[in-house]
């Protein structure tokens, strides 16, 4: 037999189910929303360093300069041991905003594993200036020496992809980063049959080791003891994005935008 006040109570209980099951629904998305994205601090970074004419504009600037000084120098050059150029690879030679750009999306913190998947894919560009900046060195028979903070086991992948980009490589010349993290040690096995003329990179700890785990002002104080050497022997590029820098000046990670109001004076 038909019972309207059971009917009346299915109906109103599965409009209660429902209606709670939306509210549960929209609260877990709006909980989900809310999640502070790791890569949010430092977007305007990537998206200067990526799409930027002003970037690029420093690139081609470095990549010039770094030139002039080069093709100054074998002018004159009579050194017995031939001259070569150290160059660091990533956001020197090869553009990995791409890579800190899918962080963002994906709301993820650098790890090695992503790092090494990218890495795998072989399909950074190359940064605006270098590939015709090795090209015209090479020509005057300058080496050109890749050191690097890629883990050994990446030089592979790395190797591809500087062919894609235009520039050809010796594996013997690409030196990754294992057991010696210091790139000075890694520098002084090339010292032995060539002259170091020059050193490119983006982060200063490319030029010495003296920058490394140092306080600002540490860092500042060895900069102005080695200030001459910039845009001679030490060509120093833009990297907004990551580097020793952040290190010093952001000790702990950044996870929220409020957390750049510590930075307020």
């Not at 420093?58 to 004159?76: E, I, R």
């Not at 270098?130 to 592979?156: A, D, M």
């Not at 090339?190 to 002002?217: A, E, H, P």
Request: glycine share 4%; net charge positive.
């Amino acid at each position: 037999m038909f019972k309207p006040r059971s009917f009346l109570f299915l109906i109103t209980t599965s409009l209660f189910i429902s209606i709670s099951s939306c509210s549960s629904f929209s609260e877990k998305r709006e909980l989900e929303s809310k999640k502070e994205n790791p890569q949010t601090p430092f977007l305007v970074a990537t998206k200067y360093f990526q799409n930027s004419a002003e970037a690029a504009a420093l690139y081609h600037q470095g990549y010039n300069v770094a030139f002039q000084y080069v093709d100054s120098l074998m002018k004159t050059y009579r050194e017995k041991k031939p001259a070569c150029v150290v160059l660091d690879i990533d956001e020197t030679v090869l553009n990995n905003s791409y890579y800190q750009g899918s962080l963002y999306h994906e709301s993820k913190s650098f790890s090695d594993e992503t790092w090494d998947e990218w890495v795998r894919q072989s399909r950074a560009p190359a940064l605006p200036g270098v590939v015709e900046y090795i090209e015209k060195v090479r020509e005057l028979g300058v080496e050109v020496i890749f050191i690097t903070n890629r883990r050994s086991y990446l030089i592979e992948p790395t190797l591809e992809n500087l062919t894609r980009v235009g520039i050809k490589a010796e594996r013997r010349y690409i030196v990754g980063r294992d057991k010696i993290h210091s790139k000075e040690m890694r520098r002084a096995r090339f010292k032995k049959f060539c002259n170091i003329v020059q050193l490119i990179g983006d982060n200063l700890s490319d030029f010495s080791d003296d920058y490394q785990g140092s306080t600002i002002q540490e860092r500042k104080d060895k900069l102005e003891s080695q200030h001459s050497l910039l845009g001679s022997r030490y060509i120093l590029l833009p990297n907004p994005m990551y580097g020793d820098w952040r290190k010093t000046i952001l000790p702990k990670p950044l996870k929220k935008m409020e957390d750049l109001d510590s930075l307020k004076k």
